[in-house]
């Protein structure tokens, strides 16, 4: 094992010594620890042998990863066990239990075999089995304690004696959450929100629908998250009103966002503090394509051929620095917004990306992709085989929208141009050029010359005839005569009744 390696090692000991205490003392650290690693767990869930890119990995590598995988499943069964059993967590410590490892103790429907011969526990309004002497059992009877019947104390009864429902009106009501009134504040803005601005957001997110939150915690984080990522489809102005609003509620509940997460324009989720939200930074301009193109995950750096230290022998316009800075974000993107859609075959209606098997499909052919393209410039293609490789890569990286298209100056709209602007010099090398022409400007002759066949249908009643890109539009450069092979596709308004189009 190297001196590096030895220290990753040292640092996951003591993280796991810490985590151990936390996950073992009932707290809302606790919670949050046992909800990171539960998430971390359904991630590590879906990596499967067999599946590209892990099927290159080693055998042994492999192994060790499903050992770790495992280890971290049976340690989240362990911190669970007391919510299972319906155990007090604020209580005294149950007795040892049976060893779960042992299969004849582990059938379902078992009792606790070990049990047997346990000494009957003393808990609040529980009985006790009576002292021996005839004395204790005499006052057992009569419900008196060795200091009188008014004495404090434990009432004893006979042995079999069963235990006497608890007053309701001795137990206390649990406190209130003090993140309650926070999240249901910010459950009337989303849904003020949503009222408003219904030509591009719909009436009720498919995240809020799919699976509540249980704790007032998770309402805020998963809301928050909601609601921000929603402000990016709208225009400009809008979202900076909308966030603002956002800020002034968490203001008045005593959570102030930073003044950096507030200002800075590449913050797309701000951070709330008490560790209830970690701020989410997407950038929409590249301003040092190969620092940016470092940082990537491994797997992006394997698809492109690129590696940390090659990246920076690369010049600063090579497409591939910005496929592995957009390919991160399109990932994290489909991870925080599952409102999005995507068509990776140019004949496919777009379909949802809410579903983790979904969005893994989508990963897995955006890194083919990024694999042929890539290569085209790792090797020597003609230049139009290798504007063809980036013009399908397109597609998918950035075609990326929601049932609602987005406002034509909203930030997801940026961050489409940024995406579309990556094929400008391969284009140029083949000489073709983006189509110059705005597309909210577009008329139906723009649509037949510079898009295939297969136009997604969007909002009807809508100014504009063209509301999103799906695939960028190329065409010959200059006044060129020959065939357009390089059109793309657009989300456009719906046709009118009786076949017409709309003018």
């Known amino acids: 094992m190297s001196g590096a390696d030895e220290g990753v090692a040292a640092w996951l000991s003591g993280f796991a010594e810490a985590a151990a205490v936390v996950l073992a003392t009932p707290s809302e650290c606790r919670e949050a620890m046992r909800g990171a690693l539960d998430r971390c767990w359904e991630e590590l869930r879906q990596v499967a042998r067999h599946r590209p890119p892990y099927a290159n990995d080693a055998a042994d590598l492999f192994d060790r ?6 280890s971290l499943e049976r340690a989240l069964w362990a911190a669970a066990a007391p919510d299972r059993s319906g155990a007090d967590p604020a209580g005294e410590a149950d007795p040892p239990g049976p060893d779960l490892t042992d299969p004849d103790l582990c059938a379902i429907g078992t009792g606790d075999t070990a049990a047997v011969d346990r000494e009957p526990e003393r808990t609040a309004g529980s009985v006790v089995p009576a002292p021996a002497d005839a004395g204790a059992a005499g006052r057992a009877t ?5 200091d009188g019947p008014d004495a404090a104390g434990t009432v004893e009864s006979v042995p079999g004696a069963q235990p006497s429902p608890p007053d309701p009106a001795d137990e206390e009501p649990p406190a209130p959450d003090p993140l309650a009134g926070f999240a249901d504040a910010l459950d009337g803005l989303e849904s003020e929100l949503l009222a408003e601005q219904i030509r591009y957001l719909p009436r009720t997110p498919q995240a809020a629908a799919a699976d509540p939150p249980a704790t007032a915690t998770d309402r805020v984080a998963a809301t928050w998250q909601r609601v921000h990522m929603a402000l ?7 979202r900076e009103e909308w966030r603002a609003r956002a800020c002034e509620t968490a203001s008045a509940a005593g959570l102030a966002v930073t003044a950096e997460d507030s200002t800075d324009p590449d913050v797309i989720v701000p951070g709330l503090p008490q560790g209830l939200y970690t701020a989410e930074r997407v950038r929409l301009a590249i301003a040092v394509p190969r620092v940016a193109a470092i940082n990537v995950p491994a797997e992006i750096h ?19 620095l910005a496929w592995a800075v957009r390919a991160e974000q399109a990932l994290r993107l489909v991870e925080l917004d599952p409102e999005l859609h995507v068509a990776v075959l140019v004949e496919d209606h777009p379909s949802s990306l809410a579903s983790q098997d979904a969005r893994l499909r989508y990963r897995q052919h955006l890194h083919r992709l990024l694999e042929a393209a890539g290569s085209s410039q790792a090797t020597k293609w003609s230049a139009e085989s290798r504007l063809g490789a980036a013009h399908e890569l397109d597609m998918v990286l950035g075609g990326l929208v929601h049932k609602r ?36 400007k577009w008329d139906r002759h723009d649509v037949d010359a510079y898009t295939v066949k297969h136009s997604v249908s969007g909002q009807s009643g809508e100014p504009t005839l063209v509301q999103w890109v799906l695939w960028t539009p190329l065409k010959p450069k200059g006044a060129s ?14 046709e009118t009744l009786y076949g017409r189009t709309a003018p």
């Open 142 to 146: 009569t419900g008196e304690t060795p």
């Open 405 to 440: 298209p987005a406002a034509l100056d909203s930030w997801w709209w940026q961050w489409r141009n940024s995406v579309s602007e990556i094929l400008r010099p391969l284009a140029e090398s083949a000489r073709y050029e983006l189509v110059p022409k705005p597309v909210a």
């Open 481 to 494: 005569t020959r065939p357009n092979d390089r059109k793309g596709r657009i989300v456009m308004r719906p």
């Open 302 to 320: 394997r698809s492109l051929a690129t590696s940390p230290g090659t990246v920076m022998k690369l010049p600063p316009t090579d497409p591939r």
């Open 65 to 70: 990863f499903e050992s770790a995988r495992t």
């Open 232 to 238: 990016l489809r709208l225009p400009a102005t809008l």
